[in-house]
T-cell receptor
Framework: DSGVTQTPKHLITATGQRVTLRCSPR?????VYWYQQSLDQGLQFLIQ???????AKGNILERFSAQQFPDLHSELNLSSLELGDSALYFC??????????????FGNGTRLTVT | AQKVTQAQTEISVVEKEDVTLDCVYE???????LFWYKQPPSGELVFLIR??????QNEISGRYSWNFQKSTSSFNFTITASQVVDSAVYFC????????????FGQGTRLTINP
């Protein structure tokens, strides 16, 4: 168990809808990362937050947004969903006090299916 | 830009055979970190090992070993006496730079161990 919790585990929704994925990092971890895993694109970095502030952005669509709250949990919001958004979405965390290049600890993911 | 290539999309071997998963990376930085992750059929991403660019020592952990060669920009992973439980998708990843924040993943190698 990595200590990173993601909910829900599965989500099925229709095109055009909006969903929210939730992530609770490991206790004490300040950094949260979101990744998308799809069959054709592999594991793609979406966005990183550190202690409530956005730190880095990857291949995140404008229809997607995220935030990190004062209690350090994070939410990834996906709107105007398309069939191609169907994927496994991972959240990961890393402690700020760990040495540079320390591993990311991943949650079990949320599998999103858009029909 | 950083890039990770896992040329082997799928590998299938019979139990007890040794198998090597290849990973080649590209980076312009002198400070970088390499990782291997395992994704079993259940879907979670499990951290296996980290290696920094200044440490070219090979590492062995039980049946697992890793060979890091800067001269060829490779970080290969060998499983000795493979077991059915080793069946998974294995990802090689790279992070670089002073911040060494996000990980860039290879496309993954699906390893199937047949009894």
């Amino acid at each position: 168990d990595s200590g990173v919790t993601q909910t829900p585990k599965h989500l099925i929704t229709a095109t055009g809808q909006r969903v929210t994925l939730r992530c609770s990092p490991r206790s004490g971890d300040l950094s949260v990362y979101w990744y998308q895993q799809s069959l054709d694109q592999g594991l793609q970095f979406l966005i990183q937050y550190y202690n409530g502030e956005e730190r880095a952005k990857g291949n995140i669509l404008e229809r997607f947004s995220a935030q990190q709250f004062p209690d350090l949990h994070s939410e990834l919001n996906l709107s105007s969903l398309e069939l191609g958004d169907s994927a496994l979405y991972f959240c990961a965390s890393r402690a700020s006090r760990e040495p540079r290049g320390s591993p990311l600890h991943f949650g079990n993911g949320t599998r999103l299916t858009v029909t | 830009a950083q890039k990770v290539t896992q040329a082997q999309t799928e590998i299938s071997v019979v139990e007890k055979e040794d198998v090597t998963l290849d990973c080649v990376y590209e980076t312009r930085d002198t400070t970088y970190y390499l990782f291997w992750y395992k994704q079993p059929p259940s879907g979670e991403l499990v951290f296996l090992i980290r290696r920094n660019s200044f440490d070219e020592q090979n590492e062995i952990s039980g049946r697992y070993s890793w060979n890091f060669q800067k001269s060829t920009s490779s970080f290969n992973f060998t499983i000795t006496a493979s077991q059915v439980v080793d069946s998974a998708v294995y990802f090689c990843a790279l992070s670089e730079g002073a911040g060494a924040q996000k990980l860039v993943f290879g496309q993954g190698t699906r390893l199937t161990i047949n009894p």
